[in-house]
């Protein structure tokens, strides 16, 4: 069964950091793209950003770009966005998801809460 | 940039009684290699969202065929043919198209019964 298990949501204040790791089980990770999908409270879903399987390529929300980055390590099945000069807007549900072509996500992981005040 | 317009926003069905939601879009999704990645997403409450519409109308492993999805160009649909209690959710289509260009999904639409 493919699978993504996230871990490292919180809370965190104004221009703090945080980073996010979802580690993927189930599924060749090393030859897929993989996106960050957030979901602000009681809003809809929202791309974050996305990336190609050898880091070459990728996507930012202009309202992210310079302060997240996405990476990943394929050798331990992982992915990773490092958010810096978090602001209040960026307070949401994170989701990681995997994504076999032109953003047709088919396994996401459980969510993680990001709070920033 | 592509824009997803969904409506309704908000619908209240009967259970037992078809559900029909658009998603129009503000300008062609027909891709250069001449599919359209046009999807269609659940969400329960307190889950993660769940994928059940690829490419306009490819009804996903798992997926009650009760749910079908249609359209082309501009306009598209996901209808249910007949509610169930655990079709309570809301659904978002979402536009994929080329990098750099990144994902659209539209408002969502919340389904209760």
């Known amino acids: 069964e493919m699978q993504l298990l996230q871990s490292g949501g919180g809370l965190v204040q104004s221009g703090g950091s945080l980073r996010l790791s979802c580690v993927a089980s189930?599924?060749?990770?090393?030859?897929?793209?993989m996106a960050w999908v957030r979901q602000a409270p009681g809003k809809g879903l929202e791309f974050v950003t996305n990336t190609n399987v050898d880091e070459s390529q990728k996507a930012y929300l202009d309202s992210v770009k310079g302060r997240f980055t996405i990476s990943r390590d394929n050798a331990k099945n992982s992915l990773y966005l490092q958010m810096n000069d978090l602001r209040d807007e960026d307070t949401a549900v994170y989701y990681c998801?995997?994504?076999?072509?032109?953003?047709?996500?088919?396994?996401w992981g459980q969510g993680v809460m990001v709070t920033v005040s | 940039d592509v824009v997803l317009t969904q409506s309704p926003l908000s619908l209240s069905v009967t259970l037992g009684q078809p559900a029909s939601i658009s998603c129009r879009s503000s300008?062609?999704?027909?891709?250069?290699?001449?599919?359209?990645?046009l999807h269609w997403f659940q969400q329960r409450p307190g889950q993660s969202p769940r994928r059940l519409i690829y490419r306009v109308s490819n009804r996903d492993s798992g997926v009650p065929d009760r749910f079908s999805g249609s359209g082309s160009g501009t306009d598209f649909t996901l209808k249910i043919n007949r509610v169930e209690a655990e079709d309570v959710g809301v659904y978002y289509c979402l536009y994929g198209p080329n990098w750099p260009n990144w994902p659209t999904f539209g408002q969502g639409t919340k389904v209760d019964i």
């Open positions: 998801a995997r994504d076999p072509a032109y953003a047709a996500y088919d396994v």
């Open positions: 300008q062609s999704l027909v891709h250069s290699d001449g599919n359209t990645h």
């Open positions: 189930g599924f060749t990770f090393s030859t897929t793209w």
